[in-house]
Nanobody
Framework: QVQLAESGGGLAQAGNSLRLSCAAS????????MGWFRQAPGKEREFVAA????????YYADSTKGRFTISRDTAKNTLYLQMNTLKPEDTATYYC?????????????????????WGQGTQVTVSS
């Protein structure tokens, strides 16, 4: 129902910045919230940040709070993740996700089961 496509990943040195984008298409009017997750080799998929689509309220993982900013442009149906002060431990495949369900608090969109649609992922590699 909702198709997602990430872009903007690449190589960066520690301390530098990257901006990820996620273009949504299809039934975008059904989206309640969107989020970013990441997965490093050999590790479980990890929550990064989430945003309420209508109101713009945000929620961040402790590991990214203060460095990453999630935002959206509803007119463009696009989600963003501004990543500043990158660290080697940020190296992972980053996925955007869309939830078609209202869980009433943005802080409840921290697990994969809350989301219905996923992008293909974009690789972020941070060198030390």
């Amino acid at each position: 129902q909702v198709q997602l496509a990430e872009s903007g990943g690449g190589l960066a040195q520690a301390g530098n910045s990257l901006r990820l984008s996620c273009a949504a298409s299809g039934r975008t009017f059904s989206i309640y919230a969107m989020g970013w997750f990441r997965q490093a080799p050999g590790k479980e998929r990890e929550f990064v940040a989430a945003i309420n689509w209508g109101g713009g309220r945000t929620y961040y993982a402790d590991s990214t709070k203060g460095r990453f900013t999630i935002s959206r442009d509803t007119a463009k149906n696009t989600l963003y993740l501004q990543m500043n002060t990158l660290k080697p431990e940020d190296t992972a495949t980053y996925y955007c996700a869309a939830s078609l369900h209202n869980f009433y608090s943005i802080s409840r969109y921290t697990t994969s089961d809350r989301f219905d649609s996923w992008g293909q992922g974009t690789q972020v590699t941070v060198s030390s």
